[in-house]
Nanobody, 124 residues
Framework: QVQLVESGGGLVQAGGSLRLSCTAS????????MGWFRRAPGKEREFVAA????????HYADSVKGRFTISRDNAKNMVYLQMNSLKPEDTAVYYC?????????????????WGQGTQVAVSS
């Protein structure tokens, strides 16, 4: 089992940057594909980015491609989401998730474990 805790959210002006972190418990962190999702007010949860076990391969939603970067440090049981050039439409609660499969799924139902979320607000 994996427990996930996100941090790093906050309020930032449009064009600014934030770095989200997700700390995972357990000794099997490197066996999980990790993903970031977000839920904006009044909208469904949507895929943001995913990274494979080794960190070698990543996948992004079109809406964040070129602005966000997902990375991981298996030695520290950490996954990160560097968010640059933030826009008001990036405002959402951001969730870290873990998937035991090899596939970088964009469907949230494929992920086995979830954090509690961290709020990101981008002002115009």
């Amino acid at each position: 089992q994996v427990q996930l805790v996100e941090s790093g959210g906050g309020l930032v002006q449009a064009g600014g940057s934030l770095r989200l972190s997700c700390t995972a418990s357990g000794r099997t962190f490197s066996r999980y594909t990790m993903g970031w999702f977000r839920r904006a007010p009044g909208k469904e949860r949507e895929f943001v980015a995913a990274i494979q076990r080794s960190g070698r391969n990543t996948h992004y939603a079109d809406s964040v491609k070129g602005r966000f970067t997902i990375s991981r440090d298996n030695a520290k049981n950490m996954v990160y989401l560097q968010m640059n050039s933030l826009k008001p439409e990036d405002t959402a609660v951001y969730y870290c998730a873990a998937d035991a499969s090899l596939i970088m799924a964009t469907n949230s139902t494929k992920y086995d474990y979830w954090g509690q979320g961290t709020q990101v607000a981008v002002s115009s």
